[in-house]
């Protein structure tokens, strides 16, 4: 009798493996065949100056819209996440020429489909490129950032592939993480017209479009972006920047300390690199939502 339990264990299990084998060899080739997509995307020609003004204004935005925090102060990328067996290895790219960056060729079409549409030069999507919020800037701005990062240094830092984990083919399959960049953007969408830096909620808006991609659009936050990191915080009205004041919300971005004493868990280096106004109408447009 004991035997035939065994037998019978034995076969459910195997069953449930199977069952297990097939559903992930979806999971599998569905994810797959999304990260090997192929984007029919012409880049935008865009003009890029290297005047004092466009380098000082791309070495500000590099910092306030994130590039260091994910590629590092240096800009010769670094490791995000390395957990092979779950999530995968995820790499902030060395953006420099150096050795293991950009090939020598990388040109401002090239930055343009990194930057607005989320995919490289062979035309497939990035992992974890925040281009929803590059997508949403000037001409003006990305050509900042282009001309910047173009004269940088040459940073000799080779890494890694970016390789997508088992856990993070499921919950993207499931549509509870969103690691393809391109998926997110609008290819169709122009670049957004010039605005003039004011004390409103319209440039407030502008400036909170990197915000989005953590955030979300409604700015309210939620549930975690990975595994073991912390709910994203609700920055709108109802959240807790919404009783601050705009003096208690520029040193919180400035120093990384909240009026309550926390120690923010977000890249608040980004805020640090902002003017008094352009913090003042970002604290404007989220009090607004």
């Not at 399959?173 to 169709?188: N, P």
């Not at 915000?211 to 595994?227: D, F, I, R, T, V």
Request: proline share 5%; charged share 20%.
């Amino acid at each position: 009798m004991f035997r035939k339990i065994i037998k019978i264990a034995g076969v459910i299990l195997s069953g449930i493996l199977l069952i297990g084998v097939l559903v992930y060899g979806k999971v599998y080739f569905s994810t797959e065949k999304r990260i090997r997509k192929v984007y029919k995307v012409v880049p935008e020609k865009i003009h890029v100056p290297t005047d004092a003004a466009t380098l000082a204004l791309g070495a500000r935005l590099v910092t306030a819209k994130g590039c260091r925090s994910c590629h590092g102060e240096d800009l010769g990328g670094r490791i995000l996440i390395d957990k092979p067996m779950t999530l995968g290895v995820i790499v902030a790219k060395n953006i420099t020429k150096g050795k293991g960056g950009l090939p020598k060729d990388f040109s401002a079409e090239d930055w343009v489909l990194a930057l607005k549409h989320g995919i490289n030069k062979k035309k497939n999507s990035l992992l974890v490129m925040p281009s929803y919020g590059f997508a949403k800037l000037t001409a003006k701005d990305i050509a900042a950032i282009i001309a910047y990062c173009a004269q940088l240094p040459a940073i000799d830092h080779e890494l890694p592939v970016s390789k997508v984990g088992p856990l993070a083919r499921v919950l993207t399959d499931l549509g509870k993480i969103k690691f393809l960049a391109a998926e997110r953007v609008d290819h169709d969408q122009a670049f957004a017209e010039e605005i003039s830096p004011s004390l409103s909620v319209e440039y407030g808006k502008y400036l909170a479009v990197m915000c989005q991609s953590c955030h979300g659009e409604n700015m309210k936050g939620g549930a975690p972006l990975s595994s073991g990191a912390p709910p994203v915080a609700n920055i709108s009205s109802t959240g807790k920047p919404g009783r601050w004041t705009d003096e208690q919300f520029i040193t919180t971005l400035r120093t990384g300390k909240t009026p309550e004493g926390k120690q923010l868990r977000m890249p608040w280096q980004m805020g640090a690199a902002m003017t008094d106004l352009e913090l003042k109408a970002l604290h404007l447009y989220l009090n607004s939502l």
